[in-house]
T-cell receptor, first 111, second 118 residues
Framework: GENVEQHPSTLSVQEGDSAVIKCTYSDSASNYFPWYKQELGKRPQLIIDIRSNVGEKKDQRIAVTLNKTAKHFSLHITETQPEDSAVYFCAATYSWGKLQFGAGTQVVVTP | GAVVSQHPSRVICKSGTSVKIECRSLDFQATTMFWYRQFPKQSLMLMAT?????????EQGVEKDKFLINHASLTLSTLTVTSAHPEDSSFYIC??????????????FGPGTRLTVL
């Protein structure tokens, strides 16, 4: 199966600074890598995703990079705001589209 | 966008009873639905994959006789926790895949069901 490792487990940043979360995966057949944001007690919400035929994707303050050779992908949030505080999960597909999630990163943005 | 609903949002039951959770895709036909369980401060753990009209496939370690899944239509999947015990208390979340997007591998999540077994 797939193994996804995510770091760091917690990340504290000052408002306006950037936040970077890194994930590695094990299955070279994985071809889809979504990132989800989950607030306490709420559903995971897709914030950005990237497919294996692309190395980088950006959506306003959020960007994701993918290095297939090294099997790692990263989430970058610029100009962080207090509302960015949440748990962020990376994931990678395996076995007919199932998702293996990372352990999550608790991001705290302090004003 | 792709909207997934889940009902109930919260349920408290006595040990030994059964609980049914519904997951619906509201504005698209879900070829596949997934059921996850999430314990406090932990990640999402896949329990089973549900395809319309066929038997669900369960992940290793998940008891299929305890967690009954029925995917009766392209918009509805149900999870029944049978003979629930306190250790089954958790946040159960469904996701649905399939829609009008070019790529159908994107999973959209329901709001989750908080199950508490007394």
């Amino acid at each position: 199966g797939e193994n996804v490792e995510q770091h760091p487990s917690t990340l504290s940043v000052q408002e306006g600074d950037s936040a970077v979360i890194k994930c590695t995966y094990s299955d070279s057949a994985s071809n889809y890598f979504p990132w989800y944001k989950q607030e306490l007690g709420k559903r995971p919400q897709l914030i950005i995703d990237i497919r294996s035929n692309v190395g980088e994707k950006k959506d306003q303050r959020i960007a994701v990079t993918l290095n297939k050779t090294a099997k790692h992908f990263s989430l970058h949030i610029t100009e962080t705001q207090p509302e960015d505080s949440a748990v962020y999960f990376c994931a990678a597909t395996y076995s007919w589209g199932k998702l293996q999630f990372g352990a999550g990163t608790q991001v705290v943005v302090t004003p | 966008g792709a909207v997934v609903s889940q009902h109930p949002s919260r349920v408290i039951c006595k040990s030994g009873t059964s609980v049914k959770i519904e997951c619906r895709s509201l504005d698209f036909q879900a070829t596949t639905m997934f059921w996850y369980r999430q314990f406090p401060k932990q990640s999402l753990m896949l329990m089973a994959t549900s395809n319309e009209g066929s038997k669900a496939t369960y992940e290793q370690g998940v008891e299929k006789d305890k967690f009954l899944i029925n995917h009766a239509s392209l918009t509805l999947s149900t999870l029944t926790v049978t003979s629930a015990h306190p250790e089954d208390s958790s946040f159960y979340i469904c996701s649905a895949r399939g829609g009008r997007e070019r790529y159908t591998d994107t999973q959209y999540f329901g709001p989750g069901t908080r199950l508490t077994v007394l």
